[in-house]
């Protein structure tokens, strides 16, 4: 299985995509710190139901409340098609620009982007614990079973809890209970992640949460 380096910080903002640059098209989108982005409205529109109502039902240009590098780093991802994952030191780093592709409905982009990371995941090119990470941040059940599929250090070995701890803050402790004790009830991978499913399906019929969306 691979070993990845954990980070040390939460990310806020997604890496950018070095050498895209968008300066062709009918559409000019702009960034709250005014950076220009000059798009294919067609292309957006197909991508994104939200960035194409904004451009339906405000002035033009159309004004995004995003960074530059963020903004940048989604039109990669939905315009220009870049592959995800493949620029980041880590995962995790990614989690910025998945959940712009949450927040904009950018629905085929993160079907994609996700199960690009499954693949990578079973081929052993990612880190499961930054991949549950991701799961669990997106609310991608099956995402985070994939990863404890594939996952090898035990989620209480120290390691693990260096990883974790800048992201505890942020994730929700019904996932960090539930992986807990999904790996503590059995020594065969595939038996631990349909304990996971099992397990944060009772949560959520406990407390009437839906952690799948």
């Known amino acids: 299985m691979t070993t990845a380096s954990f980070p040390t910080q939460h990310m806020t903002e997604p890496t950018p995509y070095d050498g895209i640059a968008f300066n062709k098209g009918d559409l000019q989108l702009v960034s ?45 991802i939905i315009i220009a098609g870049e592959e995800p994952f493949a620029h980041a030191p880590n995962v995790v780093q990614d989690l910025a620009t998945l959940q712009l592709l949450v927040k904009y409905d950018c629905k ?23 991949s549950f990470i991701l799961g669990a941040q997106l609310g991608d059940l099956d995402l985070c079973r994939t990863a404890i599929v594939h996952g090898d250090v035990p989620p209480l070995d120290a390691g693990a809890q260096t990883f974790l701890q800048p992201y505890r803050d942020t994730l929700p402790a019904v996932y960090a209970d539930a992986l ?34």
């Open 180 to 213: 807990r004790d999904c790996w503590n009830s059995s020594t065969d991978p595939k038996a631990r992640g349909n304990m996971f499913i099992e397990l944060m399906s009772l949560s959520d019929s406990d407390d009437g949460s839906d952690f799948s969306h």
């Open 32 to 76: 709250f710190d005014d950076v220009e982005f000059i798009v294919d409205s067609l292309k957006v529109s197909a991508a994104s139901p939200v960035l194409r109502d904004m451009a339906a039902t405000s002035g033009r240009p159309v004004h995004v409340r995003e960074s530059g590098s963020a903004l940048q780093a989604l039109l990669a």
């Open 108 to 130: 085929p982009a993160l079907t994609y982007a996700t199960t690009t990371l499954k693949c990578l995941l079973m081929e052993g090119d990612v880190c499961p614990f930054q």
